[in-house]
């Protein structure tokens, strides 16, 4: 069984900014952790999960529009973690962030809440 454990959210100001990581645990070593395509998630209120941020295993990086030059995915895989450097924060990003697989395959984390607001 593999586990994802979010962290680094927190109440920030409109322009601030915040890193969260994701790291991976459990039954899944760094060379397999090397070969997924992970990507962090998001869920505001009464909203669906949705797709923010990707990267492949060879580093490449894809991101919705409305983060697009804000947000900064990457990776670590000897310490089979992800991380999303998120700049110039809105109180449009407030929502709580996950980690997964493209393909969602493993069991969701508890996720970590970001809060934009003055």
């Known amino acids: 069984q593999v586990q994802l454990v979010e962290s680094g959210g927190g109440l920030v100001q409109p322009g601030g900014s915040l890193r969260l990581s994701c790291a991976a645990s459990g039954s899944i070593s760094s060379m397999s952790f090397k070969n997924l395509f992970l990507g962090w998630y998001r869920q505001a209120p009464g909203k669906e999960r949705d797709l923010v941020a990707h990267i492949d295993s060879t580093g490449r990086t894809s991101y919705i529009d409305v983060v697009e030059g804000r947000f900064t995915i990457s990776r670590d895989n000897a310490m089979k973690t992800i991380y999303l450097q998120m700049n110039s924060l809105t109180p449009e990003d407030t929502a709580r962030y996950y980690c997964?697989?493209?393909?969602?395959?493993?069991?969701w984390g508890q996720g970590t809440q970001v809060t934009v607001s003055s």
């Open positions: 997964n697989t493209l393909r969602m395959v493993y069991p």
